[in-house]
């Protein structure tokens, strides 16, 4: 199990908004760390998308958008495209033995 | 650019070490750190490792301790991750990349390798 959870998958149509969850707890993104989203495409290095709960490293469209409330994070996506396809990571720093730095189990979105 | 460059991919024997090469370009090695992280076929990423190339400070993920070693070479600005006694379950692709923020409560990884495949059978 992974510190912080994830839904497995997600899908949606082209053009279409959808959203990935992040869950955590008062050791990680509850406790204030920041929380920190990548893409990894198929077959590639993991990519970051978002740093900092909310901010796009630049190349990364506005179409990707991040925010957190309490013990969790979400990861928003508008105008669905089809090379949207990847797999999601969130990351943040947990304080308990669990480890330095965590990553959720990761989440696969499918465009239709 | 900022570029991480790793070795090639390893195939290892049960009960061996590995030890993976990552060399850093385009910036001022010293002036940050390197994070491993592994992920298995068809598994989510882990995290193994940090180590910082300015003071060689460490800090291992708990269920790796006592089997892995990061080290780093600055003359070369290369960093290598050991991983001993190999298991099946250590058959990964091994990243490595570079931690940047605040303070390490708040690093995320900017620039990753593309990665080294490691296999572990008899």
């Known amino acids: 199990q992974s510190v912080l959870t994830q839904p497995p998958s997600v899908s949606g149509a082209p053009g279409q908004r959808v959203t990935i969850s992040c869950t955590g707890s008062?050791?990680?993104?509850?406790?204030?760390?920041?929380v920190h989203w990548y893409q990894q495409l198929p077959g590639t290095a993991p990519k970051l998308l978002i740093y900092g709960n909310s901010n796009r490293p630049s190349g990364v469209p506005d179409r990707f958008s991040g925010s957190k409330s309490g013990t969790s994070a979400s990861l928003a996506i508008t105008g669905l495209q089809a090379e949207d396809e990847a797999d999601y990571y969130c990351?943040?720093?947990?304080?308990?033995?669990?480890?330095?730095?965590?990553f959720g189990g990761g989440t696969k979105l499918t465009v239709l | 650019q900022v570029q991480l460059v790793q070795s090639g991919a390893e195939v290892k024997k049960p009960g061996a070490s590995v030890k993976v090469s990552c060399k850093a370009s385009g910036y001022t090695f010293t002036s940050y750190g390197i994070s491993w992280v592994r992920q298995a076929p068809g598994q989510g990423l882990e995290w193994m490792g940090w180590?910082?190339?300015?003071?060689?400070?460490?800090n291992y993920a708990q269920k790796l301790q006592g089997r892995v070693t990061m080290t780093t070479d600055t003359s070369t600005s290369t960093a290598y991750m050991e991983l001993r006694s190999l298991r099946s379950d250590d058959t990964a692709v091994y990243y490595c990349?570079?931690?940047?923020?605040?303070?390490?409560?708040?690093?995320?990884?900017?620039?990753w390798g593309k990665g080294t495949t490691v296999t572990v059978s008899s």
């Open positions: 180590i910082s190339a300015y003071n060689g400070n460490t």
């Open positions: 990349a570079r931690p940047v923020g605040v303070t390490h409560y708040y690093y995320y990884m900017d620039v």
């Open positions: 008062s050791s990680n993104i509850g406790a204030g760390y920041d």
């Open positions: 990351q943040s720093y947990d304080s308990s033995l669990s480890g330095f730095w965590v």
